[in-house]
């Protein structure tokens, strides 16, 4: 007998996703104290088991939270990813027996992007992304300017899509679960797409990608690893022209 589809099952799905990432939300503020001391956590509020002593560790004390392949892209979907953000992006490939690091500054303020290649600490080249607007240029430069195209933040620091993993076929999720990195709840996702194995890592408090892990066979031929994660919105500084000319929208310039 064939099963009937159920127009309410998506919608289920969904809110036992945002339960899910409210779940992992509530057990981080409460592992990092937050709240008056006076005052007593919810009753139904999860518990968390301490992580190791590296930062790393399964969330396996967080009552009523469990992240399967059959739900984790529902809830990335439910995710709320950071509008305002800094961060660096180390991307290495590996390529016989020898490797290749490319690592970028990134500035996110809502829909407007600064990205600086960097070697040995210096930038060696910027590109900013403003709506429509492109602009790239070498230190001393004329800037380039053309059309922002497909350009967004994670393509400009050769990031997988935020949405790469929500839209994978189900049947190439290979595992999920839950791991505490830095302290903080991540998903962590094992796909097969393309003959490679790729494992992403996201924060379930930021929404954005922390680190991402591709495989031929059971040789690691990629590794994308971001850092210096800033939740505070980047200054205006960072969104100007060599000329210094703002590319923010007016109200947002100081």
């Known amino acids: 007998m064939k099963q009937k589809f159920s127009p309410n099952a998506p919608i289920a799905a969904a809110v ?42 399964e969330l396996q004390g967080i009552k009523g939270v469990q992240i399967t392949p059959q739900n984790i892209q529902e809830v990335i979907k439910a995710l709320s990813r950071l509008q305002n953000y800094a961060q ?91 791991i505490v990195t830095d302290g903080e709840p991540t998903l962590r996702v094992t796909a097969e797409t393309g003959g490679r194995t790729i494992v992403y890592e996201i924060s379930a408090i930021s929404g954005l990608l922390t680190a991402a892990h591709y495989y031929e066979a059971d040789t690691l031929i990629r590794e994308l690893k971001i850092t210096g994660v800033s939740m505070e919105e980047p200054s205006a500084s960072h969104f100007t022209l060599p000329d210094g000319t703002s590319v923010l929208p007016e109200v947002e310039q100081p």
């Open 88 to 178: 660096t992006v180390s991307s290495t490939l590996y390529y016989n027996g020898k490797s290749s690091t490319q690592t970028v500054a990134q500035y996110v303020r809502g829909d407007v992007c600064r990205t600086n290649v960097l070697r040995g600490g210096s930038t060696i080249e910027s590109y900013l992304r403003a709506g429509a607007d492109f602009y790239a240029w070498q230190p001393g430069g004329t800037p380039f300017h053309g059309a922002a195209g497909d350009f967004s933040a994670d393509s400009m620091a050769m990031l997988p899509d935020w949405q790469t993993v929500a839209s994978l076929p189900p049947e190439a999720i290979l595992s999920a679960d839950s």
């Open 16 to 57: 036992v996703a945002a339960m899910i990432v409210g779940m992992l939300f509530l057990s981080y503020f409460l592992s990092s104290g937050f709240g008056a001391q006076n005052e007593p956590p919810p009753l139904s509020a999860p518990t968390t088991d301490t992580a190791a002593a590296d930062g790393q560790g």
